[in-house]
């Protein structure tokens, strides 16, 4: 490999004009992604992002990479047609709650459970922000949105619950505008060989205003934000002393405050990021009464679906040989008339 | 077979022009398998051949029913075969249900082979006869052979210790040894292939053999009623050359591996499996070596999704599917369009509408193909005759698809798929060349520059520095290639997606005559798996002296340059399809001619016959 | 504005017969909004009007951007209105962009009304103007009124405490202020809607009547350029009637409502977001009192399917969606073909293909309507000319949807669908009944038992006893309606579903000729959102003494029984679409008459003077 | 509700002829159900069975009730509509694991996560049948089938696990040929108002044969086999002496022996069925080293889409009175010519 002149942030920028909404939650995740690629020694030319159709989906337009906006829903089928084509790329998947859970939930689903090594990024604002605020998969019950005049009924998705469900074996959920957290989270995405998947809670201004702020707001982050890491205790709180234990027979889970009761930090869980129940336990967790899981909530990686066509078709070369298709046409009964 | 008074070879074998046989027999009865044998040491023998399997929808339906009732017909000649052959010869029935479904099919004077051991009351009664049809006259004028095959069976395998059930398994051997024997056939090689399909259970293989050869002795030994006896029917005049057998679906897969030869460039294959698709997928899934990649997708949006990125990525993607899966295939189809990729689509249509009738055949997709997606949205569809016209159809849709920068649908359906013909294997080294050019200079560069004369957009590669660009599904701008909502140049997009689609017809063969003159007083206008009878139908008419032409589009979409030229010769056209009237459609829309319709939807090929009386009616008319 | 010597009235206002006026500014400039209230207030005043909003596909894109500018038109008149119309006489450019984009199809001699604040550097840059175009004579030929809106709106609303955000806002009221006052328009409505709007924040709602009413000021006090007066087109003379403005997703969803009060029915209503087609499910969210479920699904496919499982259990299924959705609901509406269950699917058409541009309008899934799905699956489908016609074609739908036992798509557009008119309200007591005749008695049941007239299959509900079947996808058997793979069944149950679907026919009205004789040398043929711009040329044509005539087609297919022999009686036969030629194909087909196509597909309706042209071109053809 | 007369098994067999090949586990899973509705009450004319397209998919044309064969994949869709329409029927949906998890599963997913009040019974037999054999997506890495000649390299997905992910309110797993543990499943699922989830593993002798010998062979069911219950200690083995303890801190579960190294019952979990991470958990134990868990796996009843819609449907009517098609259309700015 060639050592190629080291990149910036400018060079993933493309000349166009960004188009979403002053305010948009999606400015910061575009900002981290692009501050974040020459970090990764990421190429232009090697990087491609794939997305569906929806605010977020827009993505790739302003990417200085190749890019590919798709149809609604589709995403990671073409981009797994893309990775399999050529497995030296580097794929990104952009899709939104409405993209990614309700008309494209299929796709997502198996391309999980393939592990197709890719990088999934989900913008989660509970709503279908480009068809002008219809409540979405992942919209809490009660939401007064177009279509839903007296709320809505459905039970909301939650998107690592539902990739833990399909057998994901990379899982992870940031914060649109916590951008160094998302840069941290786009490298462990980008250094998993697999596919990565990543909930993004991105804030949509203009139909669903403030949807994240209970977790989010600045104020309340360090009670209602939980960052795990693989090896250390489930701590928060400002003081970092708050923490879960899990309780008898260890299927339940509670707070419990470090000093308090007799708690000491061997009372609290350690997170292991390899552990696919305890993962799905933390995606569950939910104000009020816990704080939200953020960071790598499971990693437990596999050779990727992509390596494993390359070596099966390795394979079938080293034992049959590059294909002849005069000997393929001539295979079994032949004969010939003069 | 012809006539009463039959020629005798030396060795005193009848001699006859042609025959068509039919096995039937109940699913688990193995009559596709005896089909494909006898197929294959009648191909050997040199006959000419062309075959129809009839399966149930069922995988395995209840033993005895008629609606598990499985058929293969095999119509061979010393003469150029070109359809399996309107009524059968010789019906093989190895059950009542059997019997119950085919007779109907067989002139009076036919063969009649049954194995009475299979006519117990409870089977027949699962067929629906209330009087057994061997005793009340239901066979009165066919000719019988009455043999319990079942008991003969088990006594030949006896010796090799199976089990009643397995031994009974070697029935369609038992009748494929008669058959042989009856029309002069080498048992050399079906003993061969069985001996290399059982390598793993030699006893199977020998219990089957035996089977096969008891069949035969049967045939030298037994007292066998007057007006049967052994049939030579002599070597066809084929065209010179290296031959096989191939169904349509293999000589797909294998066009699509020669193709990317060709191009030299990787195959990426997205598929969900649907019959009467599926076994293309299963014959590129073994063909790794190739460079072929296959993808069983979750379902047909992602099949085919998967295929575009492919494509996207600088490969040949492809799909296939059967017309349940084309109607979901549609949306991502405009997208192919939209972002001007190569892409081929394989649609191997069955009888619907919906599930319809999934093992049967029809050509009903030609509009969904042509006109089945949203907005303005033109791509090329292309429809090969036969099972061996398949290869080069592969061959030709990639060749379009790379050059123009566009989807191209090839439309085959469950006869070409499942049906074998003789085919004059070719040359790799005659295949022609395709040459690809992926755009490699930034200087300048946007996606939509398009070569001045095909208009196709250049195609830059994922991983080409310099070249990095954004395509997607909304309207781009002509000169930028960038997002476009703008009302003059949509309108020029859109002229200019037209313009490429028809502009594919200036790299087509003019439209030929495939039978007949140029001009004439009717032309029979077919495409697709209609081939054989409509030929048939017309050299016989025009036997008779009838001025009638055959004319076979198989380029649908955009049609040959010459095509209105041509028919604007003839003062009548006729447009027989497995359909409710397609083709005559587009034909009437594009050229404003006066094509008629002859049309059949009843999930089975047309019978020369019927094609020989639409031909009739046509030139009868006022 | 009609000529430059005008009359005036008795308070020295002059008298116009028709004005255009445009509306154009940032996506967050509110001109939708400033131009809905004008329409109302231009019924109240009781001309006859017709509207056509324009939107980015950006949500808000950024301030200042030419693909952010957002677009309002309004036509009215003293006489009837049929189109938007061709050319602005006064255009409201909120900003350079929107001057940028809107000049050119402004008139010289038209007036374009200026917001000078906007004109700032960064603006005049983002529009991609290098000179001031108030200062570099791009307006030269044009009145202008250039006025510093922000400034004054901002001095305006000042009192009430607004920041300066939520006071440039009221930008919009300041404008509409203004043209109320030139056009003699009363504010009360405004004000009061401001006040309903505004329930909960009286600062805001007083602050946008402090900018409304300033602007009206501004017109009284300033002293406005020579050229500029305050107008007064008198009332139209509509035909008697209670009136209301009324677009055509409204009207869709109104007539759902209603088709389930006429039927005495519920309505299922499952759909999947999708521009311009999700304000349907908007404003039937909202009805759940006139007995209407509406279903948002996780896909188009779900929300067919959702509607399909409705219609068996015996409610009226409804779907609705745009091109691309529809591509993707082909394979489950051939699934409604063969349980031949009812079903009403409104397709909004938008610019194709693939995601195109889905704020733009065009007439491209005709074909995908009448032909897009595999296998032969005929379906109904209707066209409503304008966003009036939407209510009874809604109704018609479901009438016919429920009488033949078939799907039924009703095809509306993006112009259509936000278009807005003056639409006389019709007595739900005069509206037509639907009768429902649900089976009921088990003797001799089954599930495929037809009508003899209608041929529709009888509709058995589940929850009835005695009743219990099985439908599905697979091919059934004409007598018992069970699976059936008989050939000769499958023939009869293709030609069934066919001649069921042309039978509907028989029911619907003859084609009437929209204007003109029934013969002649010209016949403009037409069908859905076309109806205006075509119904004007042809007037226009015709008062200058040519033979033509409007023929507007609203059942698709089939289409009304005396088309042929109507179409018959004309030289010639030109069929504006927009799209690139699909009801002219299928009158070419069906009819071969020597239809010759007028085509645009910009995204943008016709203009007048484009069918004008397109008339004197087809009259002049040799 | 009036009382007809009790119904028995054969009021509930249709008039056509069976369609699976010989010893297919269709065929027992058809007794159960013909079996188990007489039992509970249920009515021909009120039960609708919806089935998508595969062999298990053929099931509706068997019972004597109502029943819709519709398109691949789409049977939840088409299910919601049908209950949506009526909530007095009885709806139950048949799917097999091609059906219901590949092309169907964003349908499934959905449904899942709206809990409208059907029984989904999901047939698998890790195989598409009808097709003649190609992998499924249940499949188990390696097989080999005529579209993965040289072994599948896709990741299985586990119908529990994806269902508990979906948000599903009721999960539960039994076996083809155990047709009275079969029988309480049903009930179980017909009782539970909302959406019932039971994964049914079923034997394809033609294209998969054995394909759960492993867990269902009558000599091995006792150690293979791990039928859960409610409150019960999670016990197996021929002397139910053997049991599954979540191990320290809960993140890890092992199998134990009842008197081998001092444990006793009291250190075997109880089963909770009302704890999703538990029914995770279990959902994904699998040979070898683990028992496969049958039974109710999680049970968690909310109120059924169906009765929420339906609740909906009458507030407004309450709150606006029957809606007058003239008043609406005469609601807003009116005028009138004269
Ligand atoms: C086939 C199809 N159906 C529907 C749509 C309309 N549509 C576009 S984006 C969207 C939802 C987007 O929601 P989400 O993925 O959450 O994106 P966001 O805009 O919120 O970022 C919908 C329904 C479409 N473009 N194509
Ligand atoms: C749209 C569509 N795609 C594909 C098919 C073909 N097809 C029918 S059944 C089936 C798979 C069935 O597998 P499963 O659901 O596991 O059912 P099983 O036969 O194993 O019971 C497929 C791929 C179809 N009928 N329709
Ligand atoms: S609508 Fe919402 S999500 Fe979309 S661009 Fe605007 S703020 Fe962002
Ligand atoms: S193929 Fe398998 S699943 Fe289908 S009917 Fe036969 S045995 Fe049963
Ligand atoms: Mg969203
Ligand atoms: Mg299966």
Known sequence: ??????????????????????????????????????????????????????????????????????????????????KLANPALDVWVVTGDGDGLSIGGNHLLHVLRRNVDLQILMFNNRIYGLTKGQYSPTSLVGAKTPSTPMGSIDMPLNPCAFALGANARFVARGIDTSTSTLGELFTAAYRHRGTSFVEILQNCPVFNDGEWEAVTMRDVASEHQLWVEHGKPLLFGKDRNRGLRLAAGGRHVEVVTIGENGVTEADVAVHDQTNRTLGFMLAQLALPGFPMAFGVLFCDPMPSYDATVGAQNADALTRLGTGDIDKLLRGGHTWTVE | MDTPVRPTDAEGREILDSVVIRFAGDSGDGMQLAGMQFTEATAVAGNDLATFPDFPAEIRAPAGTTFGVSGFQIHFASHDVLTPGDEPDVLVAMNPAALKVNLRDVPKGGLVILNTGAFTPGNLKKAGYTRNPLEDGTLDGYRTLEIDVSKLVLAAVEPHGLGTKDALRAKNLWILGLLYW??????????????????????????????????????????????????????????????????????????????GRLAQLPVFFGSYPITPASSVLHTLAGLKHFGVTTFQAEDEIAAICSAIGAAYAGVIGVTATSGPGMALKGEAMGLAIMTELPLVILDVQRAGPSTGMPTKTEQSDLFQAVWGRNGDSPLVVLAPATPGECFAFAIEAVRIALEYMTPVIVLSDGYIA?????????????????????????????????????????????????????????????????????????????????????????????????????????????????????????????????????????????????????????????????????????????????????????????????????????????
Chains 1, 4 share one sequence.
């Open chain 1, 1 to 82: 490999m060639d050592t190629p002149q080291k990149l910036t942030r400018k060079d993933f920028v493309s000349d166009q004009e960004v188009r979403w909404c002053p305010g948009c939650g999606d400015y910061a995740i575009l900002a981290a992604m692009q501050r974040t690629l020459p970090e990764l020694g990421a190429t232009r030319e090697n990087t491609v992002f794939v997305s569906g159709i929806g605010c977020s989906s827009r993505f790739p337009y302003y990417m200085n990479t190749y890019g590919f906006h798709t149809i609604h829903g589709r995403a990671p089928a073409v981009a797994t047609g893309v």
């Open chain 2, 418 to 622: 499942n049906g074998a013909e003789p085919w004059s294997i070719p040359n790799f080294a005659d295949l022609p060349a395709i040459t690809v050019k992926f755009r490699q200079d930034p200087t300048g560069f946007n996606p939509y520059l398009r070569d001045p004369e095909t208009l196709a957009r250049n195609w830059a590669k994922p991983g080409t520095p310099g070249l990095e660009h954004r395509i997607g599904g909304l309207e781009k701008d002509f000169d930028s290639g960038h997002i476009s909502y703008d009302a003059d140049n949509h309108q020029k997009m859109t002229d200019t997606r037209a313009a490429k689609v028809q502009g594919v017809a200036n790299s087509l063969p003019e439209q030929t005559v495939d039978c007949g003159d140029d001009h004439g007083d009717l032309a029979v206008v077919g495409w697709g798996s209609t081939y054989g009878s409509i030929q048939q139908a017309v050299r016989r008419a025009r036997r008779e002296g009838l001025s009638v032409s055959h004319v076979h589009v198989r380029h649908m979409w955009p049609m040959p340059r010459n095509l209105h030229a041509l028919l604007s010769r003839f003062e009548r056209i006729l447009v027989p399809e497995l359909n409710t009237g397609q083709l005559v459609k587009i034909l009437r829309a594009e050229y404003l001619v006066p094509a008629q319709p002859l049309d059949k939807t009843s999930g089975m090929p047309f019978r020369v016959s019927e094609i020989a009386q639409g031909i009739r009616d046509a030139l009868a008319k006022p």
């Open chain 2, 182 to 259: 009856l029309f002069s056939r080498d048992r050399t090689p079906t003993v061969e292939w069985l001996r290399r399909k059982f390598a793993k259970r030699p006893d199977l293989a020998e219990a089957n053999i035996a089977a096969l050869n008891a069949g035969h002795v049967y045939g030298e030994t037994a007292e066998l009623p007057t007006g049967i006896s052994v049939y030579k029917i002599p070597k066809a005049h084929l065209s010179e050359g290296h031959y096989r057998n191939v169904t349509g679906n293999e000589a797909l897969a294998w066009g699509l591996a020669a193709a």
